[in-house]
């Protein structure tokens, strides 16, 4: 894979989350993060099919109200995932972050439990 294209994806996913890329040099962490978010993002030249028709399906389905979302299960792995579209997600979540904490999360002191 092009090193220019993974490096222009991160920073585009970066943008759309409204996170920070890290430059990891080789290093075990996130590509990129926020107050929220801890994100590992990976790219292909092609995405299965049957995953693109699938999350078309769901997205198709929705209301403007509603959230189209693809849970992908596997009997040999004891995992079950939710694919969505970036747009949706930063719609529904990292707009409405954004909007609801415009200076970032709000300080939460925690008590630890007895």
Known sequence: ?????????????????????I??????GPDMESEFLKVEARDR????????????????FASPHQLGLLVITSSSEL??????????????YVDTLLKAFPFGPPEV???PEP
């Open 45 to 60: 030249a092609d995405l299965p099919q049957w995953l693109l028709t699938s999350l078309g399906k769901a997205r198709g």
């Open 109 to 111: 002191e925690y008590e």
């Open 1 to 21: 894979m092009n090193e220019k294209r993974w490096k222009y994806e991160q920073r585009r996913i970066a943008r759309a989350l409204n996170c920070t890329r």
């Open 79 to 92: 995992q079950t995932l939710v694919v969505m579209d970036l747009r949706d997600y930063r719609d529904w």
């Open 23 to 28: 430059k990891n040099l080789g290093e075990p």
